[in-house]
């Protein structure tokens, strides 16, 4: 049988439920091993819930565990001190009201383009601090089983223009309070998302300010390394799309390469800024969809790094996780993906999470999924032998 037939089989046998286990079974019948790595941690396969609404709960992070996922970005916590205060508390505000919606692409190669898009209101973790480590530590015990991993996200104190100080106590006990919890229950390094909100790609006051962005970015790994758990710390730094010209995108991300005690990876690149938009009263709105993919694989093509990547932004199919692929991510982070409406999944609902619909969509779908577009690959031009996703992803970028 070839491949297009078996995918096509695939794809309705698993509508009722993927195979199990999952990556053995995808090694077996088309010979693609998906184990990659994130933050320098093994992952089984290369999907993972981007940080936001869909992973502020324990319960959430199970349900993705026993879908699945090879690893799961808890919600952005706002950085605290030792004595509760927050230099960001103006971040941890609950989410009120999140809107799926359709939204067509602007972008010369991707103008009217149909896509989809959430818009919320709402912005980091609003619980208490304590809440947010026991969280941290329920999600790690369940996904344990599951070979998941679990990395948290946090937004610190980031100075405005006129400040000249960091907020160095929130670095210091965020961070070791963090990693007492991940090292109770785990070995090794600690991965852990820095997030620089795409809200401030919208603030007048801090987009404008090009060396600002420049410095936070330069300055924020030493901040982590110096706290006394830094060297057990594996720092992402997520990079949001600034109310910029594309150059500055790639000024931000040699900013990061260049440095000389530069973070561990890069997430790319969080939301675009509507500033004339305006949602439940607030003007000004993150938005995703085909603009947000297609700025952000442009700007990758223009960007050879040697940092690892993880991929974030507009990944709704396969083929578009293989694009990122291609520009050597290791790893792919979604949250839209996991809000679309039933008719987008052809996984009964009935008997499957959202996130195995989702994975199902992801890997199996004969036209757009990921099998598709690897095998169809390896069909133009064969693979060095015994490639798994890690390998490939930096395979594809020294083709040139
Ligand atoms: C409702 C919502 C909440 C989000 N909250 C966070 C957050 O707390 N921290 C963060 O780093 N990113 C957050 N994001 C950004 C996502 O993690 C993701 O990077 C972005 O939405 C692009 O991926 P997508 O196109 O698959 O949605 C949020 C996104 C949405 C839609």
Known sequence: MNWHTRLLNDYERFSSGLPRPLEPYILETYGISLASEYAGHRIKNPFGKASGQLSLNAHQVQRDAEAGLGFAVLKTLIAENEA???SMKAWAIPATKMTVEEIVGTREPVRGQHGWTVTWKGRGWSERFSDYLKFFSRSIESAGSHSMLVVPSVK??????????????????????????WHTLREGCM??????????????????????????LRSVPDLIRETSVGKDIRLGLKIFNAAQHDDFQLEMLNAVEHHPRRADYVIYG??????????????????????????NLSVLSQWPHTIPLSATGN??????????????????????LFQLPDSEFAMKSNSSSRTERAL????????????HALLHDRERHPWPSGSNVLELAHYYPSLG
């Open 84 to 86: 509760g205060a927050q």
């Open 156 to 181: 610190y104190h980031l100075p405005k223009p006129e400040e000249t100080q960091w907020n160095r106590s929130e670095y210091e006990f965020t961070t070791s309070e963090l990693y007492r919890t």
């Open 191 to 216: 991965p852990l998302e820095k997030d620089f909100s795409p809200t401030l790609a919208g603030d007048e006051s801090f987009s404008r300010e090009r060396e600002t962005i420049l410095n936070w």
């Open 270 to 295: 969080n939301r675009l800024f509507d500033p004339n938009k305006s949602y439940e009263g607030v003007r000004g709105v993150a938005y995703g969809g085909p603009d947000l993919s297609d700025r």
């Open 315 to 336: 990944i709704v199919t396969g083929a578009m996780a293989f694009e990122y692929l291609r520009r050597g991510c290791t790893s792919f982070q979604m949250h839209t």
């Open 360 to 371: 199902h969509r992801l890997l199996f779908h004969p036209s757009h999924g990921f099998l």
